[in-house]
């Protein structure tokens, strides 16, 4: 089955600075890698994702990267600000056979003012 | 519109009772999933329906745990003899039939 590992566990960025968040797959078959924000005691939030027929994907301040040779893909935060302060989940899935995600551990992001 | 929601939002229970967990998904959604999350990591994939039948139910840890869906819609998750590592949040989502899942906010599972 499909492996995921997420890389840092814990992040502190001072607001205005960047922060990346990387993850690594197993299966080469994983073609759907979505992006989850999750506050503290609330339920998890798309932030972005992307396809394995595209490199790059940006909204705003958040972009992701993927390198399907690599198999692995990032979350890049511009311009950090307290209120992007959560844990942040990366997925991996085979959209088109059921799609059921497959999360990495989490990346506790606190931005500080 | 409304998004999925779940009851109840906290349940405990003694250790060898059984629970029922219930997930409403947005109206129209035919994929639903549950996943399970334990403190400090990200969901764990437990079962997929689409439509009425459970399509995957590959990430169930035993025979404790079984879900339904009889109409398509509501799904319950259902826990015989609980014990203490079923402790977790068990989280349900839906999905159009597309890439989206959205999920609700979980039922925060506590087996004394």
């Given at each position: 089955g499909e492996n995921v590992e997420q890389h840092p566990s814990t992040l502190s960025v001072q607001e205005g600075d960047s922060a990346v968040i990387k993850c690594t797959y197993s299966d080469s078959a994983s073609n759907y890698f979505p992006w989850y924000k999750q506050e503290l005691g609330k339920r998890p939030q798309l932030i972005i994702d992307i396809r394995s027929n595209v490199g790059e994907k940006k909204d705003q301040r958040i972009a992701v990267t993927l390198n399907k040779t690599a198999k692995h893909f990032s979350l890049h935060i511009t311009e950090t600000q307290p209120e992007d302060s959560a844990v942040y989940f990366c997925a991996a899935s085979r959209r088109n056979t059921g799609n059921q995600f497959y999360f990495g551990t989490g990346t506790s992001l606190t931005v500080i003012p | 519109g409304a998004g999925v929601?779940?009851?109840?939002?906290?349940?405990?229970?003694?250790?060898?009772?059984?629970?029922?967990?219930?997930?409403?998904?947005?109206?129209?959604?035919?994929?639903?999933?549950?996943?399970?999350?334990?403190?400090?990591?990200?969901?764990?994939?437990?079962?997929?329906?689409?439509?009425?039948?459970?399509?995957?139910?590959?990430?169930?840890?035993?025979?404790?745990?079984?879900?339904?869906?009889?109409?398509?819609?509501?799904?319950?998750?259902?826990?015989?003899?609980?014990?203490?590592?079923?402790?977790?949040?068990?989280?349900?989502?839906?999905?159009?039939?597309?890439?989206?899942?959205?999920?609700?906010?979980?039922?925060?599972?506590?087996?004394?």
């Amino acid at each position: 089955g499909e492996n995921v590992e997420q890389h840092p566990s814990t992040l502190s960025v001072q607001e205005g600075d960047s922060a990346v968040i990387k993850c690594t797959y197993s299966d080469s078959a994983s073609n759907y890698f979505p992006w989850y924000k999750q506050e503290l005691g609330k339920r998890p939030q798309l932030i972005i994702d992307i396809r394995s027929n595209v490199g790059e994907k940006k909204d705003q301040r958040i972009a992701v990267t993927l390198n399907k040779t690599a198999k692995h893909f990032s979350l890049h935060i511009t311009e950090t600000q307290p209120e992007d302060s959560a844990v942040y989940f990366c997925a991996a899935s085979r959209r088109n056979t059921g799609n059921q995600f497959y999360f990495g551990t989490g990346t506790s992001l606190t931005v500080i003012p | 519109g409304a998004g999925v929601s779940q009851t109840p939002s906290n349940k405990v229970t003694e250790k060898g009772k059984y629970v029922e967990l219930r997930c409403d998904p947005i109206s129209g959604h035919t994929a639903l999933y549950w996943y399970r999350q334990s403190l400090g990591q990200g969901p764990e994939f437990l079962i997929y329906f689409q439509g009425t039948g459970a399509a995957d139910d590959s990430g169930l840890p035993n025979d404790r745990f079984f879900a339904v869906r009889p109409e398509g819609s509501v799904s319950t998750l259902k826990i015989q003899r609980t014990e203490r590592g079923d402790s977790a949040v068990y989280l349900c989502a839906s999905s159009e039939g597309g890439e989206t899942q959205y999920f609700g906010p979980g039922t925060r599972l506590l087996v004394l």
